[in-house]
């Protein structure tokens, strides 16, 4: 069972990011899946998840509003698009199954450089 | 939402064991047993090791033991080993439907 997830980005401040994470081993809409990131140096902090079945979406209250989860027609990726972004949304960003347990599975993660 | 508190560094000889604590409070740590524990190397990602506060995911070493008291979760490492050298992070549900997660916790083995 493996987590796959798009390349590094690198953007302008005040610009949108578009990540995706695609399953391997398991049927992606069995689960739900989580966005998680990890800045330089910082804490991990969690962005949001969404139940890929039915699309139902849950976002941290600190990214609410500015972070969008969603899933294609498929049902076999999911994307995060983050916008607005700042040099502190520097960070490498994980997407990770959340089955009987949280965050059970990761991805690689992905580099977003914002400069 | 404040990060869970983890020592920032912890150490033991081989076949020593070692704690880690993660205090929260009620609305996470303390509210729920839904604390798990990931293990991560330097640029990898993380791994999870320990589930709803004591479960243990397949295949992974029961030398990784995981309690609650509390607003205070622990995680315990018996028979240290080289190998789990390593970052440790501890993550809690919190009751707005969102995870939460501690700061980490360096574990050397000397």
């Known amino acids: 069972v493996h987590l796959l997830q798009s390349g590094a980005e690198v953007k302008r401040p005040g610009a949108s990011v578009k990540l995706s994470c695609q399953a391997s081993g398991y049927t992606l809409s069995s689960h739900s899946l989580s966005w998680v990131r990890q800045a330089p140096g910082q804490v991990f902090e969690w962005l949001g998840g969404i139940s890929v079945y039915n699309g139902k979406t849950t976002y941290g209250p600190k990214f609410q509003g500015r972070v969008t989860v969603t899933t294609d027609t498929p049902r076999t990726t999911v994307y995060l698009e983050v916008s607005n972004l700042t040099p502190d949304d520097t960070a490498v960003y994980y997407c990770g199954r959340d089955s009987d347990a949280p965050l059970d599975v990761w991805g690689p993660g992905t580099l977003v450089t914002v400069s | 939402q404040s990060a869970l508190t983890q020592p920032a560094s912890v150490s033991g000889s081989p076949g020593q064991s070692v704690t880690i604590s993660c205090t929260g409070t009620s609305s996470d740590v303390g509210g729920y047993n839904y604390v798990s524990w990931y293990q991560q190397y330097p640029g990898k990602a993380p791994k999870l090791i320990i589930y709803?506060?004591?479960k243990w995911p397949s295949g992974v070493s029961t030398r990784f033991s995981g309690s609650k008291s509390g607003n205070t979760a622990s995680l315990r490492i018996s028979g240290l080993q080289d190998e789990d050298e390593a970052d440790y992070y501890c993550?809690?549900?919190?009751?707005?439907?969102?995870?939460?997660f501690g700061g980490g916790t360096k574990v050397t083995v000397l």
């Open positions: 709803d506060v004591t």
């Open positions: 993550c809690s549900y919190v009751d707005t439907n969102t995870l939460l």
